[in-house]
């Protein structure tokens, strides 16, 4: 859960305070000098047009603003635990990424650079970022993992709302796989409402650990209610596995 900056400002000590204050002064200083889309179109505008002096302004524009060097944002960010404590860190690191308008380049970069607790909080935070779904490769790759911590944070509202169908049905069975709670995925009875392939898999998944005589989590039992239709009972699923005492 993400705690809200009046939130954190009562609960944070006064250095923390103060270093948040800075940080997040340093991310949006850092977003309103970024270049937005109608700078670029203006640029390649100009280019076009032969504009020499403008062009080499542009390209100098470019240049102080190179894609390859991390703003001061993205050092407070790695940072957040060691000033804030490790209770908030997900918090402030959200907070930094919104207050910067992160782009792809430093989400992804920060992911692929971050530690388990880094990389929590970008999949925390993408859905409150204007990526649209450029930032998939993160969450597949996160569902790729054996950590539950990045498997919990990577089927949030960004993957509810991005993630193609198979996709998503799959990050379900992850879920379940690795023990994660399904509650933990955003949005679980709208998509799953009427989804007769999930209800096929989560079936076929209860099958199998009846046969190996192994219990039928009751989180599949509930995912699996799910997947009914409106006005429709859920589907059944295999019989419990037989106890010793049985």
Do not use: I
């Not at 103060?18 to 970024?34: G, K, Y």
């Not at 969450?139 to 998503?168: F, I, K, M, S």
């Not at 046969?211 to 059944?236: F, I, S, Y």
């Amino acid at each position: 859960m993400l705690t809200s900056r009046e939130e954190l400002d009562a609960e944070l000590g006064e250095a923390a305070r103060a270093w948040l204050d800075a940080a997040l002064a340093e991310a949006a200083d850092d977003a309103a000098r970024s270049p937005t889309a109608a700078d670029d179109a203006a640029r390649s505008e100009a280019a076009a047009d032969g504009a020499a002096r403008s062009g080499a302004a542009a390209d100098a524009s470019r240049t102080a603003a190179s894609p390859y060097a991390s703003p001061s944002w993205e050092l407070r960010y790695a940072a957040a635990g060691r000033h804030c404590g490790q209770r908030h860190a997900d918090s402030v690191r959200s907070l930094l990424l919104v207050e910067a308008r992160a782009p792809l380049a430093s989400v992804t970069r920060l992911y692929d650079q971050g530690t388990a607790a880094e990389r929590r909080a970008v999949l925390l935070t993408l859905h409150l970022l204007d990526l649209g779904d450029t930032a998939l490769p993160l969450v597949e790759d996160a569902l790729r993992a054996n950590d539950t911590r990045l498997v919990a944070a990577a089927v949030g509202p960004y993957a509810a709302d991005h993630l193609a169908p198979h996709a998503w049905r799959h990050a379900v069975l992850k879920c379940l796989f690795t023990e994660v709670p399904v509650a933990a995925v955003a949005r679980l009875a709208d998509r799953a409402r009427g989804d007769t392939e999930l209800a096929r898999m989560l079936t076929d998944f209860a099958a199998e650990r009846t046969a190996a005589g192994r219990p039928v989590p009751e989180d599949l039992r509930t995912a699996l209610a799910l997947t009914a239709p409106a006005g429709h009972p859920a589907p059944p699923t295999a019989a419990p596995a037989p106890t010793e005492e049985s």
